[in-house]
């Protein structure tokens, strides 16, 4: 079953994040079969006082999630990402799935 990592942080410098981050981050992506459904550096706040950008991931399972983030080669862009954003927070969550009705 598919899995979501949403991410929300606010990016610091965005030309330099595109360029230390999202540019060398895409192929390891690819590698753990994400594809990038949500990516925005100011989403528009609806409710409270969240982080400016966000992220949305789908990957083919939670597995495949955490594949990704425990790949030796995404610490080094993990680094990136952390010293490059402010206020940010991770969730993993399973695709919905309708319950079923009558059993």
Known sequence: MSAYFILT???ADPTKYGREYIAKVMPLLA???AEVIVAEFEAK???GDP???VVVLRFPSGQAIQG???DPDYQPLKDI???LTTNA???MAPAFEMPRQGG
């Open 9 to 11: 942080h606010t990016v």
């Open 81 to 83: 990402r952390m010293r």
């Open 89 to 91: 927070n991770a969730v």
């Open 51 to 53: 982080a400016d950008g």
């Open 31 to 33: 590698k753990h079969k």
């Open 45 to 47: 706040p609806l409710q």
């Open 68 to 70: 990704f983030l425990d």
